[in-house]
């Protein structure tokens, strides 16, 4: 293999990293905001996303609509969806302790998977693509269009969900009631909008991360959820549960790596790497990257 | 509580020897019962396989009830340990197959149980700095890794050792309805003798409160390392347990949704009841056998009566209630000798 060529995989590598990365970083951004806000590790998170994929489907495939008119539907499917699961298994629970708030996650996660499984079959559907455009090609190194929209999109993506939190009234109430509930309530915030709300939002970027995952592995199957779902889950952890730059970071962190190890020939160890890296990083820094740590009180 | 005065009269009690005496011999019974009709082929083949998967579910739902119930953290990793135990113990008996299998099989069990204490020794001392939710990722990413190790050593040594995802066949299958439950009743006791103990005392104070029984000189980090290593010490024995059930390993059936599987069994027994999670691993292993004519619709079910269980009743099954044939007897015996007075409620 000529230095040339090793260039061009690296490089393809990379892209190829960035480009799963920014997948998981959407979808870890919904992992953070909700842990930000309830506590809550939600398991469901990863199947929202196996739900807006098969939505996707139906209306390409069964129902032969507008790839546009797809997407949106996905999205507006998982927003739905997040909120419903907040209102009907979450809010009842939440002056109970936690772990049971995590075992109705895991419910919640079992029942999507195992209903769409019901519905569909088990056999994984092929999600016709989106779009059609031609690959970049720049002096011998081609770069593929999917990889290069799905980064632009998540950057877009992520650049409102910033200006979102940071700017807005709604995102001050969500920085507010993570911060402190009671004194959130207290100060005239709703609580139960503010929940809802956040749950919306992360199921959106869900819906969005479904339609760019579909670009990149054109499939949709009940239980493609769960890895892709613990993934994300780990980077949002990498980076600092509850912080939105740190599961940006975690998310490009992991597809790199991952995308590293595969071009190495070790692509079977590739989850094995992610969990060691994630491992390492809490040893170190407990909280994760960029995650506030909080005193103990007595 | 020794001889305690209510309304004048003696509450009498048992003594220790006479409840243990009780317990085990009600043991036996149920062993020699369970052996006698799985043997005579009342129980049929298929059902004894259920009754092992039982025993073997039990152990694991115990096991993790000591890390979570009893001391008040949430590992996640559970299936790691029971994969350590399971191989190790799978390739201690294929290479110790020549010897007399009564003889090896509890050599063999003990053995995974033992790594997979090493093992969770080795990963409780980092993954125990961390607390709530960390800790949770931490131990899953653990047990992640060890599966990703066992399917992909064998490149790595250069010979065959767990044969990866081609799965560990030929392992003898040496574990019985009589044996499963033998040890499944070993290690209930064992859990039950240690949780009563000085040391059980010093766990349970961490659980309700670790700044508190710190400043009371219990060393917490020492105590958490020990519960933790007991939990995957049990687990390592359900393994082997598990490995002689079922003659083949592969590491695809240690994931994550594994020790998800055995932690729903504990919390929807109750925390920090071993009866809850008895029940509750019995329940749930023998439900979906149960369930086989309508399988399509019974993860369906599943998922929802773990969702309605958790809204309805957040506490388990059984709370922290444990069922103590002892006091019961105890009870009985002092409503007899003395119905006229009332007992004291304080």
Excluded at chain 2, 273 to 285: E, P
Aim: with cysteine.
């Amino acid at each position: 293999m000529s230095d040339m060529t090793a260039i061009t995989t690296i490089l393809k590598q990379i892209l190829n990293g960035l480009q799963s990365g920014s997948i998981y970083a959407l979808i870890a951004l919904g992992y953070s905001m909700v842990y930000g806000i309830i506590m809550l590790l939600n398991f469901a998170h990863g199947d929202i996303i196996m739900v807006g994929a098969y939505l996707a489907w139906l209306c390409m495939v069964r129902f032969a609509l507008n790839p546009a008119l797809a997407v949106a539907a996905a999205v507006a499917g998982c927003t739905a969806l997040g909120m419903l699961i907040e209102k009907a298994a979450y809010t009842p629970l939440r002056s109970s302790p936690r772990l049971s708030l995590l075992i109705t996650a895991i419910g919640v996660s079992y029942l999507l998977e195992n209903t769409f499984q019901l519905i569909f079959g088990a056999g994984a559907k092929t999600v016709p693509p989106f779009f059609n455009a031609k690959n970049l090609s720049f002096g011998g190194v081609v770069l593929s269009s999917n990889a290069i929209v799905t980064i632009i999109a998540a950057a877009v993506c992520m650049a409102l969900l910033t200006l979102l939190v940071q700017k807005t009234k709604m995102g001050k109430a969500m920085r507010a009631v993570s911060e402190d509930m009671g004194a959130a309530q207290l100060m005239g915030i709703s609580i139960n909008r503010t929940i809802s709300f956040t749950f919306a939002v992360g199921s959106a970027l869900a819906g969005i991360g479904s339609v760019l995952y579909c670009t990149a592995y054109p499939q949709a199957d009940p239980m493609m959820g769960s890895m892709l779902g613990l993934k994300a889950f780990v980077a949002a952890v990498l980076g600092g549960i509850g912080s939105i730059p740190g599961a940006m970071i975690g998310g490009l962190a992991i597809g790199l790596a991952e995308a590293l190890v595969s071009a190495a020939g070790l692509s079977t160890w590739k989850d094995g790497v992610v969990f060691a890296i994630l491992i390492i990083v809490l040893v170190v820094k407990p909280t994760g990257i960029l995650g506030r740590s909080l005193n103990e009180k007595v | 509580m020794d001889k305690v005065k209510t309304g004048g009269a003696v509450y009498r009690r048992l003594p220790t020897g006479l409840r243990y005496l009780i317990n085990t011999a009600l043991f036996a019974l149920f062993l020699i019962t369970i052996t006698a009709l799985a043997d005579n082929r009342v129980i049929s083949y298929s059902d004894s396989k259920v009754l092992m998967l039982i025993a073997v579910n039990i152990i694991l739902a115990v096991s993790l009830n000591v890390a979570t119930g009893y001391l008040g953290q949430l590992p996640l990793g559970h299936a790691g340990f029971m994969a350590v135990g399971a191989y190790t113990s799978a390739l201690f008996m294929r290479s110790a197959s020549a010897y007399p299998g009564q003889l090896m099989f509890p050599l063999g069990l003990i053995l995974g149980g033992l790594v997979a204490a090493l093992f969770g020794l080795v990963i409780g001392i980092p993954a125990l700095r961390l607390k709530g939710d960390y800790l949770a990722i931490i131990t899953l990413g653990f047990s992640e890794i060890i599966r990703v190790v066992i399917l992909n050593i064998d490149s790595v040594l250069g010979f065959k050792l767990t044969f990866g995802a081609a799965s560990l066949k030929n392992i003898p299958t040496t574990t019985t309805v009589f044996n499963a439950f033998l040890w499944a009743g070993i290690v209930c006791f064992i859990i039950h003798a240690m949780m009563k103990s000085r040391h059980g005392r010093a766990i349970l104070s961490i659980r309700d409160n670790e700044i508190a029984s710190e400043s009371c000189g219990i060393s917490t980090t020492f105590y958490k390392t020990l519960g933790f290593c007991a939990s995957a010490f049990f687990a390592g024995i359900a393994g082997g347990l598990y490995a002689g059930y079922l003659g083949i390993l592969s590491p695809g059936s240690f994931g994550f949704m594994k020790s998800i599987e055995i932690l729903v069994m504990v919390v929807l027994g109750g925390m920090g009841s071993m009866l809850g999670s008895i029940i509750a691993a019995v329940a749930l292993t023998a439900l979906p056998e149960l369930l086989r004519a309508f399988s399509d619709y019974r993860m369906v079910v599943y998922s929802l009566v773990l969702i309605a269980m958790m809204i309805f009743r957040p506490e388990g099954l059984m709370g922290s209630y444990d069922f103590s044939l002892g006091g019961l007897l105890e009870r009985l015996l002092n409503r007899k000798s003395a119905p006229l007075i009332k007992e004291d409620e304080s």
